[in-house]
């Protein structure tokens, strides 16, 4: 049996993360988010929409590195993190499909929500 978590419990915990920022990997974080680190290590900040339904997303420009000059690598994952250097690990997810990226690129994440599953009916 699967318990369903209370979509305002959900709510709440999903609405304390903030001032969250991305960084950006070339695999599978790991469980404290430092595992794969991409060679570009600028964290971008993420802004969420109010939490509802036990889900978060994205709003506003979501983060963008422009003028890539980290070589070639291949991102696969992204970590959150509570502050732009240092700061607490918070979560990560696998990108829908990885990005080849080299010298000049720019690579812009197209999409971020967080969601806490499954919600009681």
């Keep these: 049996m699967t318990a369903g978590v209370a979509a305002s419990l959900a709510n709440t915990w999903l609405d304390e993360l ?3 920022h991305a960084q950006l990997h ?6 404290a988010g430092t595992s794969n680190a991409s ?3 600028d964290r ?5 929409t109010a939490a509802a339904g036990g889900s978060r997303s994205a709003t506003g420009t979501l983060p963008s590195w422009t003028g890539w000059d980290a070589g070639s690598e291949t991102i ?3 970590s959150v993190w509570s502050a732009s250097s240092g700061g607490t690990f918070k979560y990560s997810y696998a990108l829908t499909s990885s ?6 690129d720019t690579l812009n994440l197209t999409a971020h929500t967080i969601a806490i599953t499954p919600i009681a009916a």
């Design 99 to 104: 990005k080849s990226v080299t010298n000049g």
């Design 18 to 20: 903030t001032g969250l």
């Design 39 to 41: 060679a570009e290590t």
């Design 44 to 48: 971008k900040a993420l802004s969420l």
């Design 76 to 78: 696969t994952h992204v």
């Design 26 to 31: 070339t695999g599978d974080p790991g469980s």
